[in-house]
């Protein structure tokens, strides 16, 4: 392959016009060569924007062009799973936004295909490149907080509109949308994986996940606990990490960390940091900086596919737990 990757957007919504593609297009060795969406107007807007010549309004057609190497998929979840696999089908590079399918079943499926395929897939948990929650992971690999004994992590904000207001099993709710991204940040930074769960949702009458409270016992020991909801009057995003040594906390809104050590001197007392620059912009950046580069040197995957799938047995698992009142174990 040359040292320019050409990429192919299919799904220009919210996600791709405002994060993505403006964070490609500072990407000297990435070209925007084609999209695709089946709403014409939006396809037309992007194409537009980002000076694309070749315009689909079918995602597979898109990825089957020869004049494509990777294709980005950011579509409403309930077609992630199949735009994603025609993109594998035709061997093309794939980034794939979280949280890759609605269940666990769907992202088996793109896990293997991506595994048998063998091209680079990566998926999109853009708050792995936030600056924040990239220094409490340096913080907590140099051993800050010593032993990880428990977390306690949220995110969410107020009600949900458009497809994210659809029933859960049709990829609507916030489990989906932000409690992919928390758990998979929390497994991340601790570097652990779920051994049980248990979870308890309240659903709003249309049948979607409206506030959820879920704990996870990780294999190493520790117990997570975390609150997504779409019942809030503000947006909230924090991450809360206590060990034998000290405690680390992130709020994402704000740009504040706040350590408190007994290993590093100058946090001996709660301490707390500014962040500054940790907006949705540039962390799409680096991630699609990150993608652009794993593509071009054909690989590893920045964040797999089966990490993807992870997260959603652990959703699973969450709203298994709420429906029969029992741990489910992993
Ligand atoms: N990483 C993040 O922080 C972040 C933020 C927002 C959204 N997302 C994710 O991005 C994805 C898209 O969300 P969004 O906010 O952009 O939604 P959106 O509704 O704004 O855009 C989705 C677009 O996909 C198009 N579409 C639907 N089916 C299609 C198909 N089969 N082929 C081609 N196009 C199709 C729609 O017409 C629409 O234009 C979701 O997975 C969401 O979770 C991630």
Redesign the pocket.
């Known amino acids: 392959m040359s040292k320019i990757l050409r990429i192919g957007l299919?799904?220009?919504?919210?996600?791709?016009?405002n994060?993505l593609a403006p964070g490609l297009a500072r990407i000297p060795s990435a070209r925007l060569v084609a999209c695709?969406?089946?709403?014409a107007s939006?396809a037309r807007q992007v194409a537009d924007e980002f000076r694309i010549e070749e315009v689909y309004g079918?995602?597979g057609e898109l990825a089957r062009s020869g004049d494509v190497d990777a294709v980005i998929v950011?579509?409403?979840?309930r077609?992630?799973k199949?735009?994603a696999l025609s993109v594998l089908e035709a061997g093309k590079h794939l980034f794939i936004?979280?949280?890759i399918g609605l269940n666990a079943t769907e992202g088996a499926e793109v896990a293997e295909a991506a595994r048998k395929r063998g091209v680079v897939a990566m998926v999109?948990?853009?708050?792995r490149y936030s600056l924040s929650r990239m220094f409490i992971k340096a913080l907590l690999e140099g051993g800050a907080v010593g032993d990880v004994a428990f977390v306690v992590a949220g995110k969410g904000g107020g009600p949900l509109g458009?497809?994210l207001a659809a029933p859960y099993a049709e990829g609507g709710g916030q489990l989906?949308?932000l409690g992919?991204?928390l758990t998979d940040q929390v497994l991340w930074m601790t570097g652990d994986d779920a051994e049980a769960v248990s979870g308890s949702v309240r659903w709003n009458a249309g049948g979607t996940d409206e506030t959820s409270a879920y704990t996870v016992r990780l294999r190493r020991g520790a117990v997570a606990s975390f609150t997504v909801s779409q019942a809030t009057g503000v947006s909230y995003d924090f991450v809360d990490v206590y060990g034998t040594k000290g405690r680390v906390r992130g709020d994402w809104y704000g740009d504040v960390v706040t350590v408190q050590s007994r290993v590093i001197p100058e946090y001996a007392h709660p301490t707390v940091l500014r962040i500054p620059g940790d907006n949705?912009r540039e962390?799409?950046h680096r991630e699609m900086t990150a993608f652009v580069e794993a593509a071009l040197s054909a690989g590893p995957s920045p964040i797999p596919t089966s990490d993807g799938l992870r997260v959603l047995r652990i959703l699973d698992a969450v709203v298994a737990s709420s429906q029969s009142g029992n741990w489910v174990r992993m």
């Open positions: 299919a799904g220009c919504g919210g996600q791709t016009r994060q695709a969406d089946v709403d939006r079918d995602a950011a579509v409403p979840h077609h992630l199949s735009v936004e979280k949280p999109g948990y853009c708050m458009g497809w989906l949308f992919s991204h949705l962390m799409c």
